[in-house]
């Protein structure tokens, strides 16, 4: 196979994210005024990269993220293997004190291995590697495509990085990410290598 280098940005700030409300697959927010200036600056900065192919998940808060890219009129394609893991009953809700307690006890159940343990009524990590890995064999076998833009979102892009780097999905927590961060992965062929991480340096233009 070709090698490609792959740009995987997380969205730009929602008014979900700025009041701690949970998001999720399950709610189709906006950018806020914040997360247009981030992606803006992100495209001033990275407008000289040619891209082959812009790959986004369903939701609309990533396609808003890439949106000067896509008036360039670059391919994309909207995949909902990239959507975020559904939170279940707790999407839409601002995040309590007993709410943060039960989060963090799943996050503690996922680093402990426990990656098939789902949230209530919503995804486990091991359901978002099942649907994500389609949309990643679907985006590396475009063997023509070799500079791709994908925009997704938080804990979607940390099973995302499991998956192309051979990690253990336990692992996961140790893909830091911001709103409009930017991972960026070579591939060679056989192996993924990553050159940026959780790289925000575009943001210092906001």
């Known amino acids: 196979m070709n090698s490609k280098k792959i740009y995987i940005v997380r969205h730009g700030q929602t008014d979900f994210n700025l009041q701690n409300i949970v998001q999720g697959s399950g709610v189709d927010s906006s950018l806020n005024q914040r ?7 992100f495209f001033e900065y990275y407008k000289h990269v040619q891209f082959d192919k812009i790959y986004t998940s369903t939701l609309k808060r990533t396609k808003e993220t890439v949106k000067d890219f ?57 359901d978002v590697v099942i649907r994500m890995k389609p949309a990643v064999d679907h985006i590396m076998r475009n063997t023509n495509e070799r500079t791709v833009l994908i925009c997704m979102h938080g804990r979607a892009i940390r099973i995302l990085l499991c998956i192309l780097l051979n990690y253990p999905l336990k692992s996961m927590d140790m893909f830091e990410h911001e709103n409009l961060c930017l991972y960026l992965l070579h591939y060679d062929g056989k192996t993924f290598t990553i050159k940026l991480h959780n790289d925000i340096s575009h943001l210092r233009l906001i």
């Open 35 to 41: 997360g247009q200036a981030q992606a803006k600056a």
């Open 70 to 126: 896509l008036d360039l009129g670059i391919p994309s394609e909207a995949l909902a293997g990239l959507n975020e893991i559904s939170w279940g009953t707790k999407e839409g809700f601002k995040i309590t004190p007993e709410e943060d307690q039960y989060y963090h006890y799943m996050l503690r159940q996922w680093q402990l291995g426990n990656t098939s343990l789902r949230i209530e009524s919503g995804e486990s990590p091991d």
